[in-house]
């Protein structure tokens, strides 16, 4: 880190941390896929993730945002106990299938 440089870089591989590449909120998300975001109505992020929502609708991406009334980040964890992670964990199978079944759907109709 240069002399006066704060920015925490060390998770990001010595880059910026405002660097767009790691920044999604700055970064053009044109061309991603489908996008589904989870945030608790608690988490300390829930605003950022709303913004990701909204820029990546913004460029383009199919994205959908569920926001589930749980106080901590990374409630998926929490899946033994807490309903809204068994909720949250089913969502993201029936959108992995949803999208799975359209790739193959596709993929058979080119045959």
Known sequence: MACGDARPRSSSGGQ???????????TDLAGLPPLLIHAASGDSVLQEAQ?????????GTDTKIT???????AFHIF??????A???LSEIGAFIRKLTSARADSATSRD
Do not use: C, G, N
Not at 51 to 59: F, G, N, P, Q
Not at 67 to 73: A, E, L, R
């Open 79 to 84: 899946w033994a106990f807490l309903p809204e």
């Open 67 to 73: 926001i589930y009334p749980v106080p901590t980040h």
């Open 86 to 88: 068994v909720t949250a």
């Open 16 to 26: 910026p941390a405002d660097d767009p590449a790691l920044t999604p909120l700055q």
């Open 51 to 59: 913004l990701l929502a909204k820029h990546s609708r913004e460029s």
